[in-house]
């Protein structure tokens, strides 16, 4: 069945208001009427145009603006944190520099890019509804799903807004007015996590628990949502009970093979609750219903998988994470001394050997590194997939990347890099990960401990370890579940600890990191140290800081204040701070 983010028409209402002289009341040129759209048909095609800015290709500014609003938030979640570096070379998107260094300005272009992106989206989504009152051949039923999936998305959209932004403006139906441009010039002084959880509620109330199509949320998909809008306000109790109906449901498990969560082979598959839905080779002219908003971000030549462009490598601090003491992660000792790597080693020279040393097995499905086999490309060369491995580190990322055999099937024609590997913005992992962090917070160590050992277990199948060749683990995979007594859940502050480091193993490079580290408070403690580690291996990071009651947010892009003005004054406030 064709995913449903197939449509390449950039659908809108276009509705303009009336002028008292006929020469100037012109029909928007490329856009279609509400008459055309006030139907069923019309404002199903308005719906699919809401999802399609899940990945961010449609809006204004085209592919360069897509780096920007990418669904798994590469550049917020992941560079901005302690698990990536930028890669690539020091003058390659310097915008994005700027925000690995901590340099962090409203003017930047990929703040203002992402504000618009998740507004537009919020746009859609309430022409969407604005369009459906009128709408007159719809049943009730019909009427009510197409009202859950716009605000179940407008929901996400503004989510996304919160925990990038934290006071920003909610703009629902009501708010926005497409006869007046200035309706939705509102100010940003109030919390709208009432705002979210209400979208939310309302479509998880309605949605059914299966959808035909991919890619369209379920019941679950908005319960699973709305517990995590629970979670980042740290009302455990209340994300609980959405929670557990997931897992009572019998409706999603862990995948026998960690990296089936990350082949488009397996796209929606049993472990996936929301997936951002890719596809190539569909009719689109330019591969834009592919992975876009990662294009920047796959080994830069050798030879080898692509030619461009070497973004988005995986930090030397990630990899040390995923060294094992006994099978179990060193959660305070981890960065001491690095996993062994080929740093300043050519490609052609023959005196390397990868780290002997015990590691989860997670890090060879997380990050490409010389030695190991990368997918089914072979064996990652080490610096010939590197742009310039001096400036940033000898690791290429994984988890987006097309697989050799996808190629033509599941990679654009045109663009390789342009592939049909869905985003899995939500999975069942997610979901016992953060019931174990509702046991921790209720002190209930044991039953959060059977939560974590559970997503170990799932690492430690041997037949999902990267193999060699000849069929051998790829490298000294270690990894055990916590027995009863373990010292890691002796105590709640432990716990959480432990919890939140299986966190960062499970869903490294996925864009979660950084969001993670400032609801958990610990992200000045985390950033800081290490900044001054890693300020001795990256020259440009020595010396940054994380700012405490500042840095935990994004500024709100100094363009969207200036354009906020109404009778002379901005009616937007900056974050504290900037």
């Given at each position: 069945m064709k995913k449903i983010v197939t449509l390449?028409?950039?659908?809108?209402?276009?509705?303009?208001?009336?002028?008292s002289d006929s020469f100037l009341d012109v029909k928007p040129q490329g856009s279609l009427g509400e008459a055309t759209l006030t139907n069923k048909a019309g404002v199903n095609s308005l719906l699919v145009g809401v999802y399609s800015l899940l990945d961010g290709w449609a809006t204004s500014g085209g592919q360069f603006r897509s780096y920007q609003v990418g669904a798994d938030n590469w550049v917020y979640g992941s560079v901005a944190s302690d698990d990536a570096y930028k890669g690539t070379n020091a003058g390659d998107q310097p915008a994005i520099s700027l925000i690995e260094q901590h340099q962090i300005l409203p003017a930047n272009i990929y703040f203002l890019g992402k504000w618009r992106g998740m507004y537009d989206g919020i746009a859609r989504a309430n022409d969407v509804l604005h369009v459906l009152a009128k709408v007159t051949d719809a049943s009730d039923a019909e009427k009510a799903q197409i009202t859950a999936e716009a605000r179940f998305l407008r929901g996400h959209f503004h989510f996304e807004l919160k925990k990038m932004f934290?006071?920003?403006?909610?703009?629902?139906?009501?708010?926005?007015?497409?006869?007046?441009?200035?309706s939705t010039k509102i100010p940003n002084d109030r919390d709208i996590w009432p705002n979210i959880i209400d979208d939310l509620k309302a479509a998880y109330d309605v949605l059914p628990?299966?959808?035909?199509?991919?890619?369209?949320?379920?019941?679950?998909?908005?319960?699973?949502?709305?517990?995590?809008?629970?979670?980042?306000?740290?009302k455990y109790e209340e994300a609980r009970p959405f929670l557990e109906e997931i897992?009572?449901?019998?409706?999603?498990?862990?995948?026998?093979?960690?990296?089936?969560?990350?082949?488009?082979?397996?796209?929606?598959?049993?472990?996936?609750?929301?997936?951002?839905?890719?596809?190539?080779?569909?009719?689109?002219?330019?591969?834009?219903?592919?992975?876009?908003?990662?294009?920047?971000?796959?080994?830069?030549?050798?030879?080898?998988?692509?030619?461009?462009?070497?973004?988005?490598?995986?930090s030397q601090n990630l990899v040390n994470a995923f060294k094992t003491k006994d099978g179990f992660p060193m959660l305070d000792d981890f960065n001491k001394?690095?996993?062994?790597?080929?740093?300043?080693?050519?490609?052609?020279?023959?005196?390397?050997?990868?780290?002997?040393?015990?590691?989860d097995p997670r890090l060879d499905w997380t990050v490409g590194r010389r030695g190991i086999p990368y997918l089914d490309w072979g064996v990652h060369p080490g610096s010939n997939y590197i742009r310039d491995q001096a400036y940033a580190g000898p690791y290429s990322p994984k988890k987006h990347v097309m697989y050799r055999s996808d190629v033509g099937s599941n990679t654009f024609s045109g663009n390789p890099r342009l592939n049909a590997n869905n985003y899995r913005m939500i999975r069942y992992s997610h979901v016992l990960l953060w019931l174990a962090e509702v046991e921790a917070q209720a002190n209930n160590l044991e039953k959060a401990r059977e939560y974590?050992?559970?997503?170990?277990?799932?690492?430690?199948?041997?037949?999902?370890?990267?193999?060699?060749?000849?069929?051998?683990?790829?490298?000294?995979?270690?990894?055990?579940e916590y027995p009863a007594g373990h010292p890691y859940f002796a105590s709640k502050d432990m716990a959480m600890k432990a919890i939140q480091f299986e966190h960062r193993l499970e869903f490294a490079m996925e864009g979660h990191r950084r969001f993670d580290l400032v609801r958990w408070g610990i992200a000045a403690q985390t950033l800081n140290a290490y900044y001054a580690v890693e300020g001795n291996k990256r020259t440009y990071l020595k010396g940054v800081q994380f700012e405490a009651n500042k840095h935990e947010y994004f500024p709100i892009p100094s363009d969207e204040i200036t354009y906020s003005q109404k009778n002379g004054q901005n009616v937007l406030i900056q974050n504290p701070n900037y």
């Open positions: 390449t028409i950039l659908l809108s209402v276009g509705l303009i208001s009336s002028c934290n006071m920003v403006p909610y703009i629902d139906e009501k708010i926005y007015n497409p006869n007046d441009l200035e628990v299966n959808q035909a199509q991919p890619g369209r949320p379920t019941k679950y998909a908005a319960g699973a949502t709305l517990a995590k809008a629970y979670i980042f306000q740290k897992v009572k449901s019998g409706k999603y498990k862990l995948m026998d093979k960690y990296h089936d969560n990350f082949k488009a082979v397996t796209n929606n598959n049993a472990e996936s609750i929301f997936e951002v839905q890719y596809s190539v080779n569909d009719g689109a002219s330019g591969g834009e219903n592919g992975n876009i908003g990662s294009t920047l971000n796959y080994p830069y030549g050798g030879g080898g998988v692509t030619t461009c462009c070497g973004f988005f490598q995986p001394v690095d996993v062994v790597n080929d740093q300043g080693i050519p490609s052609n020279n023959p005196n390397f050997t990868p780290e002997t040393g015990p590691l974590v050992n559970m997503i170990r277990k799932r690492a430690a199948n041997p037949d999902g370890f990267v193999k060699t060749a000849t069929g051998q683990a790829a490298a000294n995979y270690s990894i055990k």
